[in-house]
T-cell receptor, first 113, second 113 residues
Framework: KAGVTQTPRYLIKTRGQQVTLSCSPISGHRSVSWYQQTPGQGLQFLFEYFSETQRNKGNFPGRFSGRQFSNSRSEMNVSTLELGDSALYLC????????????FGQGTRLTVV | KQEVTQIPAALSVPEGENLVLNCSFTDSAIYNLQWFRQDPGKGLTSLLLIQSSQREQTSGRLNASLDKSSGRSTLYIAASQPGDSATYLCAVRSRSNDYKLSFGAGTTVTVRA
């Protein structure tokens, strides 16, 4: 059974540009959550999608957005990149109910220069 | 709102010693608690999931206990090996945080050969 796949693994972008990250969950999983991890802030929740609907949202500016497709694959978009957006972006996949296990991808390392 | 704390932040032990990692949470009304391992620059690997109705879970050299009433979980790693060197994170899913995973800051473990 394939795990959670995140692409690309590494990205370097210039301040002001936009970026799109992709996450393919485990087959059959309907929930995809996104997290930002930085050395200073740790793991911070961005948003969760379930069956193509945003079910939860963290405290990030509107520059951060996401969506989920009918096959449960999810994309995250960050517009007008800032230096502080440099981080490891992780996505987690789960079947969707509250008592289930979450599985993470290897992450996308975004560097903004 | 759920707050998760992990103490100590870092731990260094000689090979062969047993590891004891602590996790505490403020809201005992949890659905489950999950322990993860993270290697530098990589994603999170799920180690153990404990449902709220369980007291402990075991997998190989790993054993995790859960005491909901006191808001604590402990991860034991028996007979540590240099390959166990990593950051260990605990995460709690609870209604008070809209079923999102609330993460601790992690304990970074170094096992000396």
């Amino acid at each position: 059974k394939a795990g959670v796949t995140q692409t690309p693994r590494y990205l370097i972008k210039t301040r002001g540009q936009q970026v799109t990250l992709s996450c393919s969950p485990i087959s059959g999983h309907r929930s995809v959550s996104w997290y930002q991890q930085t050395p200073g802030q740790g793991l911070q929740f961005l948003f969760e999608y379930f069956s193509e609907t945003q079910r939860n949202k963290g405290n990030f500016p509107g520059r951060f957005s996401g969506r989920q497709f009918s096959n449960s694959r999810s994309e995250m978009n960050v517009s007008t990149l800032e230096l502080g957006d440099s981080a490891l972006y992780l996505c987690a996949s789960s079947p969707g109910s509250a008592n289930t296990e979450a599985f993470f991808g290897q992450g996308t390392r975004l560097t903004v220069v | 709102k759920q707050e998760v704390t992990q103490i100590p932040a870092a731990l260094s032990v000689p090979e062969g010693e047993n590891l004891v990692l602590n996790c505490s949470f403020t809201d005992s009304a949890i659905y489950n608690l999950q322990w993860f391992r993270q290697d530098p620059g990589k994603g999170l690997t799920s180690l153990l999931l404990i449902q709220s109705s369980q007291r402990e879970q075991t997998s190989g050299r790993l054993n995790a206990s859960l005491d909901k009433s006191s808001g604590r979980s402990t991860l034991y790693i028996a007979a540590s090996q240099p390959g166990d060197s990593a950051t260990y994170l605990c995460a709690v899913r609870s209604r008070s945080n809209d079923y999102k995973l609330s993460f601790g800051a992690g304990t970074t473990v170094t096992v000396r050969a």
